[in-house]
């Protein structure tokens, strides 16, 4: 069994940044990575708000942040992380290929989509989607609507206003919760109608979605459409901490200003932890921040051992 200081999880902006600190600071650590590295990045059409470098795709900007860690020789591997357990050592990281033992664990495996609607794992792939900027290009002069809130569900909206025929935003808020700037301009798209108080209840349709009915205040109603993109069920990815008795807010991981949990050794980083505002920006901060609590709980560690 491989055994180790720091197994981090995740290859996202949060989990490059901790491994960039984590090498740097001559730590061993493993690093491992279910899919391509990079995270949510690679799917984002564009990234204007990462401070000293201009506009460009997620999918570049991905390549700029993992430069980082590959020209000091380091780079993820492939593993799909099933379960972190208690260990004699500390934890036990258990992937889809083998078990690592380590002394902490750097979670960073942000956000995953977990239907929530009728009919939302039938679909996905036909006609339910996660990504407007993916796969918005594929429903152009058709309905689309986004389920969602905040300025998530707002720039997937503005992005698609350009491309749609006709849009509809339905989110749950009583009043829509985003930047007024973003409102502003998805105000002055004239194929965007907003539903709030809304919840929908199921998408139906035969061999691809063709409907969805929602509830509002005022009733029961149903819209047609080509493309449903259900932004509200995103949740932390963080099912295979269920054996560790780990405290978490509606789905987020509880942290300290370390960014350690209640579980001594268990950290985490980026979007999964509790925090206000999920960006890549505040993932990097977090990444170097988990660097330190770390580094001084593994000090502290063998002072205690001494
Ligand atoms: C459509 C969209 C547009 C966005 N636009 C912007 C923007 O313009 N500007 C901005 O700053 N932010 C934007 N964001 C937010 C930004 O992408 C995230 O805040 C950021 O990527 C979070 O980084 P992270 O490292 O915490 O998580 P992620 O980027 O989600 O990376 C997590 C990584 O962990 C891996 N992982 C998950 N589970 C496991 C497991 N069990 N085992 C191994 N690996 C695992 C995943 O495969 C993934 O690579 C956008 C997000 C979306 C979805």
């Known amino acids: 069994m491989k055994q180790t200081e720091v197994v981090i999880i995740g290859a996202g902006p949060a989990g490059i940044t901790a491994a960039l600190y984590l090498k740097r600071a001559n730590v061993p650590f493993l690093w491992l990575e279910k899919g391509a590295p990079g995270g949510k990045l690679l799917n984002i059409a564009e990234v204007g708000n990462y401070p000293g470098l201009p506009s460009r795709s997620g999918f570049e900007l991905a390549l700029e942040l993992l430069k980082s860690t590959e020209g000091l020789g380091v780079k993820p591997q492939r593993g799909d992380v099933k379960s972190v357990e208690k260990g004699e050592a500390g934890f036990l990281v258990k992937t889809d290929q083998e078990t690592i033992e380590s002394k902490t664990v750097v979670v960073a495996t942000g956000l995953s989509n977990v239907p929530t609607i009728k009919g939302e794992k039938e679909f996905f792939g036909k006609g339910v989607s996660y990504c407007a900027t993916c796969d918005g290009p594929l429903y152009r002069n058709k309905t689309a609507i986004i389920y969602g809130t905040g300025d998530r569900a707002l720039e997937e909206a503005l992005y698609l206003a350009n491309l749609v025929g006709k849009l509809y935003l339905l989110s749950p808020d009583k009043e829509y919760q985003g930047s007024a700037h973003l409102l502003e301009n998805l105000s002055e798209k004239n194929n965007v109608e907003l539903f709030l108080n809304a919840t929908i209840k199921e998408i139906k349709g035969d061999m691809r979605v063709s409907e969805i009915v929602f509830e509002d205040l005022e009733g029961t109603h149903s819209l047609e459409t080509s493309i449903l993109f259900p932004l509200y069920g995103e949740k932390s990815a963080s099912g295979f901490l269920s ?10 991981l509880v942290v300290d200003d370390s ?30 921040t988990v660097s330190s609590g770390v580094i001084a709980y593994l000090n502290a560690l063998k002072k205690t051992k001494k």
């Open 243 to 252: 054996s560790l008795n780990v405290e978490m807010d509606r789905g987020f």
């Open 259 to 288: 960014l350690m949990s209640n579980v001594p050794g268990l950290f985490g980083a980026g979007d999964i932890v509790k925090k206000k505002l999920r960006q890549v920006a505040t993932a990097v901060g977090d990444g170097a």
